[in-house]
Each structure stands twice: as C-alpha cells, then as structure tokens.
Nanobody, 119 residues
Framework: QVQLVESGVGLVQAGGSLRLSCAAS????????MGWYRQAPGKQRELVAAITSGGSTNYADSVKGRFTISRDNGMITVYLQMDSLKPEDTAVYYC?????????????WGQGTQVTVSS
C-alpha cells in the first residue's frame, strides 16, 4: 500500500508559477513511477508529467518547457514546478504512483489539489 499526500493548492495569475508537492509513504520501495495528472471540469483526467525510479521523465506536450517534475529522497517526495501558467492549466491535480510487485502493477492516487490560473 502507498499513501500519497499532496500540497500546494494555489490561485495564481496567468504567467505566474506554482509548485506542487506529493509525499509518499508506505511501500515506497515498490514504487516504479510517480507523476501528476489533472482533470478540468468536463474533461477526462490526463497525464501531466511522470518520473520513474530511474529518473526518466515524461511530459504532456501542452506543458513541455513550462513544467518540471523532480523528486527528492528517491521516490518519497515528488514535485511539480509549474511556470508560465495559463488559464487552461486550471484543473484539479492528482498525484499518482504506480507500484510493481511480483509482476503485478497497482495504481495509487492522492486526494487532488485545485490549481486555478486567472487571466
């Protein structure tokens, strides 16, 4: 089991910056990938950025060059630095962790944190 706690609820103007944090606890040694997803009203949840235990990163095209995912203390804390924010970045952001144990994959989610970018 993995527990995820997010922090960094924010209201920011367009062009501003915000950093989200996600702290993992529990079976952190089994975490293969951590990342951030977001869901805007009326839209499906989408991947924003992800980082593997090996340090590889992946970004949605819409955030490349503006967002940076990083980690601290292995896979205990993951950050999402969001710069040059746009109103279309407004969404609930969810921390996600994928574990891989004995050939089986499991997904864990944080409670979600609201990010609002005003124009």
């Amino acid at each position: 089991q993995v527990q995820l706690v997010e922090s960094g609820v924010g209201l920011v103007q367009a062009g501003g910056s915000l950093r989200l944090s996600c702290a993992a606890s529990g079976s952190i040694d089994s975490i293969n990938t951590m990342g951030w997803y977001r869901q805007a009203p009326g839209k499906q949840r989408e991947l924003v950025a992800a980082i593997t235990s090996g340090g590889s990163t992946n970004y949605a095209d819409s955030v490349k060059g503006r967002f940076t995912i990083s980690r601290d203390n292995g896979m205990i804390t993951v950050y999402l630095q969001m710069d040059s924010l746009k109103p279309e970045d407004t969404a609930v952001y969810y921390c996600h962790a994928e574990t891989y144990i004995y050939g089986l994959s499991y997904d864990y989610w944080g409670q979600g944190t609201q990010v609002t970018v005003s124009s």
